[in-house]
């Protein structure tokens, strides 16, 4: 199973961008699909991106959509997502999470491995 490790984040005003990282280590990520997910206080969690292994072809829940973008290096065996225009609606833990799948899933429960989290706080 590959491990995961989320970085980059932080406090950020709201309008600001900020960019986490999920390193990969264990296996290779080229074969899996890549998302992310967050979970606010007291709110489940909640589809963000998800990235095929290729890269070629992403999928954003609506409420970030045009503003996040998600990719992958799979030399570097990272994954990353931009965050643009944040409000404070975004703060929440991020999680990167791996899946073993063809057709990328956007259900949590079809992600096999997951990072620890990472904070990311939006004020306003």
């Known amino acids: 199973q590959v491990q995961l490790a989320e970085s980059g984040g932080g406090l950020v005003q709201a309008g600001g961008s900020l960019t986490l990282s999920c390193a990969a280590s264990g296996r290779t990520i080229s074969a899996y699909v890549m998302g992310w997910f967050r979970q606010a206080p007291g709110k489940e969690r909640e589809f963000v991106a998800t990235?095929?292994?290729?890269?070629?072809?992403?999928i954003y829940g609506d409420s970030v959509k045009g503003r996040f973008t998600i990719s992958r290096d799979n030399a570097k065996n990272t994954v990353y997502l931009q965050m643009n225009s944040l409000k404070s609606e975004d703060t929440a833990v991020y999680y990167c999470?791996?899946?073993?799948?063809?057709?990328?899933?956007?259900?949590?429960?079809?992600?096999?491995?997951w990072g620890q989290g990472t904070q990311v706080t939006v004020s306003s």
């Open positions: 999470a791996a899946a073993a799948a063809i057709i990328p899933p956007v259900s949590s429960d079809k992600y096999t491995s």
């Open positions: 990235v095929i292994q290729s890269g070629r072809s992403t």
